[in-house]
């Protein structure tokens, strides 16, 4: 088999320009001609592309991947760098007898992991024989030690019908959520661990659109409905960020927001955008999602629920 293996990059601190060696695990004739390799492109390790995993949590890696004849394999190695002997990997099996494709994967970072630095390998297997590695170096953290720790505490979705549905810590999604036309959507969510400086959108999407935007920045507002923007900054003390500010007389500072199913504009600020085009309303199923990223920190979380429209 031939390996093109990259060397370590630096933290993901900005661009990364990889030096390619080549190292043959087989001998191989003169005059004999290279096998086409495997590439990888767009590669993003962890929330917002910032080389961080936080134990006991969900981590976020994406890429593209073009093979040399088929894929066969893809996996990532996480090993102890500084005399740290853990180690994981992650093995995905389902793009095999791909040419190319997306590899968009979350997966669970161990409680057991020590805080620390570590390499993370990406490895895609070709058919052919030929087998690419790069090693990006990434940081894995304890939450306790993290300076914020956005967490979704609760979210509502309520409707001028009566309707009520909402998220909780656990993250559980309530079912058979419909909004008809005409109905009023309303929305309160409550975001905690968080300070200085952040951003909340709360955005409809078709399902069938494939967008799911997981930080502020990757939202695509051609396809995205805007039911709320709001945000937070100088924020010296931890705190529970909301998109509701009650005034503690029975009014509010910052009333919910109202979003009528079949509106010709959003709510996005300081402009609304029209409604038209691929994000323009029509029955079918969508999801209602809450994206947030701390920009001082470079921390996001996301969520989406489901919900059927019907005009």
Known sequence: MKTYK?????????????????????????GQAALPLPSMANIEIGSGNNGKGIIGRDFHFDMDVVAGELIDTVLVKIQGLDGNNWNL?????????????????HFDIPGDAP???????????????????????????????????????????DTDQGDRHYVNELLVNPEGVELSKDEILTSMIQ??????????YL??????????????????????????????????AVYTFGNVLFDGEGGYDRAVPELAIGAPF??????????????????????????????????????????????
């Open 89 to 105: 990997e992650v093995r995905w099996d389902e793009f095999r007898g791909m040419k190319n494709t997306n590899v968009h994967k």
């Open 6 to 30: 990259y060397l370590r990059a630096a933290p993901l601190l900005g661009p990364i320009i990889a030096i390619a060696l080549l190292f043959n695990a087989c001998d191989q004739d003169d």
């Open 191 to 200: 975001i905690k661990n968080v300070k200085d400086d952040g951003q909340l």
């Open 115 to 157: 805080e620390g630095r570590y390499d993370f390998i990406i490895v895609v297997i070709d058919r052919n024989g030929t087998q690419l590695e790069e090693i990006r170096e990434i940081e894995l953290i304890n939450p306790a030690n993290l300076p914020v720790s956005p967490l979704l505490y609760l979210w509502t979705l």
């Open 203 to 236: 955005i409809l999407v078709k399902k069938d659109s494939g967008h799911l935007p997981e930080t502020v920045g990757d939202i695509d507002f051609s396809k995205a409905i805007v039911y709320d923007m709001y945000g937070h900054a100088d924020e010296q």
């Open 266 to 311: 959003d709510n996005n600020s300081p402009e609304p955008n029209p409604i038209t085009g691929e994000k323009a309303w029509e029955t079918g199923d969508y999801y209602f999602g809450a994206v947030y990223t701390n920009s001082t920190h470079n921390l996001s979380i996301h969520h989406y629920m489901e919900v059927k429209v019907v005009l």
